[in-house]
């Protein structure tokens, strides 16, 4: 049948149902008849992941030299991020995210330059949709130091004054919060829609003054936009909000109005237990991150407590992943390992982890019910075994990895084929983009050594307020 996908096995709820044998799908994941038997051998469809969490790196870190670290001396390498052209940025990002067979991802933008944001925006929209896979925009609002909490002035008293002007002179400037708002409203206004979900997206609390988290709120609520905030990564971000907000961040974010089902956070690993029921009972999505947690030494995040407190949760990558490659499929495998427990029964069962990796992270990408799908290559993954009556949920979970991916489907669109990307040229962006960074290598290494001291300095900083 012409436009029909012929598969040995249809995994249409993972870990929930077994695989229907020999059939036969329209490109938006419904059956639409029985397979010759053969036809589609040694090929498993199931609805594609979502990667909830996002920075869509082109350029990843450690090629611009900003090797793992603790969160906050890391942050300051981040300023080596070189200037390349943000439409080949989001391109080879969104590509690297299809090719792994994910149909959707949350970009949580980079402005190198905040009052570019509505152009870098356009151009992030453009590559996902010529990519061929859908979008969650979490636009950047932000009026906090992000170097320091509280702001570089409280860097000041381990400094001499001429070191002092130097790091002063490197902070960034912030466009005031209602011009912030302008701007996602723009961008909502100009490209919502057709599979982009265009989001408020303060970077974190302790980047945000309260006068921007509580205007956030309000105009949330005023327009139904959702909101993707990073929430209690690292335990220095603990000490420092639970100074700034005696009774708690998350109690003071429900008390402004900025806790409901329009809100996800990412990381959430110093969530304590009650804030975990305040947040469920609020309806917000926790994405979950635990490559990155790992990478820049947050810790393990509580999804015990979040699941026993009926916090819905999802998976996100943040742009890194184990082995800094994107692979979807590891971070699942990662995140049911570290959360597994050590009873009888595991604590996350299989159905659940996929679930939360497809259904949810589409509703924190602002997309409807997942009709993508992607087909893998399962006789690979089963080449060696002596049954072939194994649970295809936990072969999947057990053993896939985005190598492994052979065809993606996208709102009925053909986005990777024979695991290659047909919408875009992926290997000619990539090579364009590298050398885009490479020329500006010179221009980077003058700031290799602010990066270096500034680093440092932080480093300095929580060694001695936070010992």
């Known amino acids: 049948m012409s436009g029909t996908i012929a598969v040995e ?16 799908l329209d490109p938006r994941g419904k059956v639409v008849g029985k397979a010759e038997s053969g036809a589609g051998r040694g090929l498993l469809a199931m ?6 969490h996002d920075h869509g790196y082109g350029i990843r870190p450690f090629d611009f030299g900003c090797v793992d670290d603790a969160l906050e001396p890391w942050i300051p390498w981040m300023r080596l991020r070189p200037p390349t052209d943000p439409y080949l940025e989001a391109l080879v990002a969104c590509g690297r995210v299809a090719l792994a067979g994910c149909g959707a991802t949350m970009h949580c933008h980079n402005s190198l330059n905040a009052a570019s944001l509505v152009e870098e925006a356009a151009q992030v929209v453009r590559a996902a949709r010529d990519c061929g896979i859908r979008l969650g ?5 932000l009026d906090g130091s992000p170097f320091v909490y509280g702001g570089p002035e409280m860097l000041r008293p381990l400094l001499r004054e001429k070191e002092w002007e130097r790091i002063a002179g490197l902070a960034p400037r912030y466009l005031p919060v209602r011009e912030q708002l ?16 265009v989001q408020y997206g303060p970077t974190g609390p302790q980047w945000a003054s309260n006068d921007l988290l509580e205007a956030i709120a309000e ?41 409901s089902p329009r809100l996800a956070i990412a990381h959430g690993v110093q969530l304590r237990p009650d804030e975990c029921e305040l947040l469920a009972e609020r309806g917000v999505t926790l994405v979950s991150n635990p490559s990155a947690n790992l990478r820049l ?27 800094d490659d994107q692979d979807i499929w590891r971070e699942m495998r990662l995140l049911w390992l570290l959360h597994g427990g050590r009873e009888i029964e595991p604590r996350i069962g299989i159905g659940e982890l996929f679930d939360a990796a497809v259904r949810r992270g589409a509703a924190v990408v602002g997309q409807p019910p997942a009709e993508d799908i992607v087909v893998i290559d399962y006789a690979a993954l089963i080449e060696e075994a002596m049954f072939d009556d194994l649970d295809e949920a936990a072969v ?18 053909k986005v990777v084929s024979d695991g290659r990307l047909v919408t875009v040229d992926h290997d000619s962006a990539r090579r364009e983009l590298v050398a885009q960074a490479r020329a500006a290598r010179g221009a980077l290494e003058s700031q290799r050594d602010d990066a270096r001291i500034l680093s440092e300095l932080v480093r300095r900083y929580y060694r001695k307020t936070y010992p």
């Open 182 to 197: 302008a701007a996602v409203d723009e961008i909502a206004r100009t490209h919502s829609g057709d599979g982009v979900s």
């Open 47 to 52: 609805p594609a992941p979502v990667n909830a």
């Open 137 to 141: 925009l979490s636009c950047p609002m």
């Open 219 to 259: 105009a949330s609520a005023a327009t139904g936009r959702r909101i993707h905030m990073h929430l209690l990564e690292s335990p220095r971000q603990r000490v420092w909000l639970d100074q700034r907000f005696p009774e708690g961040v998350v109690r003071y974010l429900d008390r402004i109005g900025f806790l």
């Open 297 to 323: 030494r947050s810790g393990i995040a509580p999804l015990d407590e979040a699941r026993r407190a009926g916090l819905g949760w999802a998976v996100g990558l943040d742009g890194t992943g184990l082995d």
């Open 9 to 24: 096995r249809w995994l249409a709820s993972p870990g929930r149902m077994p695989a229907e044998r020999d059939a036969l």
């Open 396 to 413: 999947v979970l057990g053993r896939m990895r985005a190598a492994h991916v052979r065809d993606l489907y996208v709102a009925g669109r």
